[in-house]
C-alpha cells in the first residue's frame, strides 16, 4: 500500500500527545513482555500491519520467543501465557472491541483478580494507546517493513 500522509509532519502536536501517552504507558512499572504482547494482539486484531510489524520486532528485540508471539493471536487455546498474560490479552480485546462486548462484570472481575485497581487503569491506558497508535497507521499508511528496532527494550 502505498502511504497517504506523513501524519507526525503535517500535525506535529498530535503525535507529541501520543508520545506522552506512550511514555506514560512505558513508565507505569508493568512489565514491558505484557505490554508487547497487548501491543500485538491488539493490532491483530484491527488489523494494523505497521504496528504488528513493530511490536514484534521490540518484543524479539527483548527476549520475547517467536512461539509466544506466533501464537498470541489464539492465546486461548495456547499453554505459553500465564494467568496475568490471559487476563491482561482478554483485557485488552474487549477494551478494544468496547462497543461489541461493553466490558461485562466477569471480564472485569478476571481482570481484576491478577491487577490491582492502579494496574489495571495503567493497562487500560496502554490498550487505548495502541488503538490509538492503529488508527494512525492504519488511516494514513506509513509504509510497513522498514522499522527496526531500537535492541534490547527495557
Known amino acids: 500500500m502505498q502511504t ?6 503535517a500535525a506535529p502536536g ?15 512499572g508493568q512489565e514491558h513482555s505484557l505490554h508487547e504482547l497487548v501491543k ?18 521490540d518484543a524479539r528485540a527483548a527476549g520475547e520467543t517467536e512461539q509466544r508471539l506466533y501464537g498470541v493471536c489464539a492465546w486461548r487455546e495456547a499453554p505459553n501465557y500465564s494467568e496475568r498474560e490471559r487476563a491482561a490479552l482478554a483485557w485488552a ?24 485497581e492502579e494496574e489495571l487503569v495503567k493497562l487500560t491506558m496502554a490498550v487505548i494507546a495502541i488503538n490509538g497508535w ?15 528496532s531500537r535492541g534490547k527494550a527495557e
Open 40 to 57: 500485538t494482539r491488539v493490532s491483530q486484531m484491527n488489523g494494523c500491519a505497521f504496528c504488528i510489524d513493530m511490536h514484534t520486532k
Open 14 to 28: 498530535s503525535v507529541q500527545a501520543m508520545y506522552k501517552l506512550k511514555k506514560y504507558v512505558d513508565e507505569s
Open 134 to 148: 492503529n488508527r494512525l497507521a492504519i488511516a494514513f499508511r506509513p509504509e510497513v517493513g522498514k522499522y527496526q
Open 93 to 116: 480485546e474487549d477494551v478494544t472491541l468496547i462497543s461489541q462486548t461493553h466490558v461485562s462484570d466477569e471480564e472485569y472481575e478476571a481482570a481484576r483478580a491478577q491487577f490491582s
Open 4 to 9: 497517504r500522509l506523513d501524519y507526525s509532519k
